[in-house]
């Protein structure tokens, strides 16, 4: 949901609200970003951006999947956890990695799954959504568990390994920045 911000402190992002793996629901926004990067506070640099965009949707979702990081996090909230709170909507995170979480790998068949544990609690999931292909991590968030989180991701994907959903919403993200920032012919 998130495109690349430039030195300009510019930021790009896109929502995507899909049922039944079609697309009913779209926005995008393009909001200047008022934090620097610090690791461990993606939330105030980019929940922002991410909320305007979510609240510009003209259908509320169930439930945000999140490029970030929930439970799994220092301080046990990470972005899709904060944006969560802010919206009141449940979310997921998805991430390529864990932070802080650990746990074995999932099998290599598709649908495999492995829990990932924080201070003995299962936080996140690594969950295969492509045979062979890298886990992704589905993280527990605002108002879903770990169990519900990998549901959700195993759900929503079935191109390729991240959820459709983010996928879209990163397509239109990339889209906007380079319309907004290619020269003018």
Do not use: C, N
Request: charged share 30%; proline share 8%; no cysteine.
């Amino acid at each position: 949901m998130f495109g690349r911000a430039g030195r300009d402190g510019i930021g790009w992002a896109a929502a995507v609200v899909e049922d039944r793996a079609e697309i009913i629901a779209t926005s995008t926004f393009v909001g200047r970003i008022e934090a620097p990067f610090q690791p461990g506070l993606l939330a105030l640099r980019e929940g922002p951006i991410l909320e305007a965009v979510v609240r510009r949707l003209s259908r509320r979702p169930d439930v945000v999947l999140v490029a970030g990081a929930g439970k799994d996090h220092p301080r046990r909230a990470g972005l899709a956890l904060h944006l969560g709170a802010v919206l009141d909507v449940p979310t997921v995170g998805v991430t390529d990695d864990p932070l802080l979480a650990t746990g074995d790998e999932p099998g290599p068949a598709w649908m495999a799954k492995a829990p990932l544990r924080l201070g003995g609690e299962v936080v996140a999931y690594r969950v295969r959504t492509r045979k062979g292909a890298k886990p992704v991590v589905a993280h527990a968030a605002w108002r879903t568990s770990a169990e519900v989180a990998e549901e959700i991701v195993l759900g929503s994907t079935a191109l390729a390994r991240w959820p459709e959903p983010m996928r879209e919403a990163r397509r239109l993200a990339r889209e906007l920045r380079d319309a907004k920032t290619s020269p003018r012919r």
